[in-house]
T-cell receptor, first 115, second 113 residues
């Protein structure tokens, strides 16, 4: 079946603009995660959604970052007033749920460049 | 706070050699450990998942082991091939209320033909 998809694959924006990144998880996966991968920082967790529960936002680096998940499926990560340090690859992952059995499957990522 | 370390950062081997990649973590209270590979400019591909109650998992030429008490995991690749060239990432799934994976910085593997 189809894997996790993300769009756009690349996004170039100017400092101060808002951007939206989209993630389509694997059908039937109730858990969805956003991570960020940047040079010098490695892969870091941003936010986690599980079913209808309140999201775990503990990894969001500032209040310019927000995410929502509509209908328990598609998720959008929004970055407001982008800064150059936001440049990174944003990765989305999904899993069947959260247990020790559940692998996380990753999408191809969105490469964000803030000029 | 969980910290994951991978050594070496880079490794170059001739084709056909068997090799071991190392991963260590500071907090042994984990749910599971996952090994991924990442090709340049691509996302992460899951290779193996080891649950905290397991000692090892095998898939084809790959074998991953887990020793929770010592905070270590190894990924063994048998009969390496140029197509195995990639960055290999180890990620630990936590216990408790946190949900995210904590990643190591990866080992960049090059298999020379």
């Amino acid at each position: 079946g189809a894997g996790v998809s993300q769009s756009p694959s690349n996004k170039v924006t100017e400092k101060g603009k808002d951007v939206e990144l989209r993630c389509d998880p694997i059908s039937g996966h109730t858990a969805l995660y956003w991570y960020r991968q940047s040079l010098g920082q490695g892969l870091e967790f941003l936010i986690y959604f599980q079913g209808n529960s309140a999201p775990d936002k503990s990894g969001l680096p500032s209040d310019r970052f927000s995410a929502e998940r509509t209908g328990g499926s598609v998720s959008t990560l929004t970055i407001q007033r982008t800064q150059q340090e936001d440049s990174a690859v944003y990765l989305c992952a999904s899993s069947l749920g959260y247990s020790s059995y559940n692998e996380q499957f990753f999408g191809p990522g969105t490469r964000l460049t803030v000029l | 706070k969980q910290e994951v370390t991978q050594i070496p950062a880079a490794l170059s081997v001739p084709e056909g050699e068997n090799l071991v990649l190392n991963c260590s973590f500071t907090d042994s209270a984990i749910y599971n450990l996952q090994w991924f590979r990442q090709d340049p400019g691509k996302g992460l591909t899951s290779l193996l998942l080891i649950q905290s109650s397991q000692r090892e998992q095998t898939s084809g030429r790959l074998n991953a082991s887990l020793d929770k008490s010592s905070g270590r995991s190894t990924l063994y690749i048998a009969a390496s091939q140029p197509g195995d060239s990639a960055t290999y990432l180890c990620a630990v799934g936590p216990s408790g209320s946190a949900r995210q994976l904590t990643f190591g910085s990866g080992t960049q593997l090059t298999v020379l033909p």
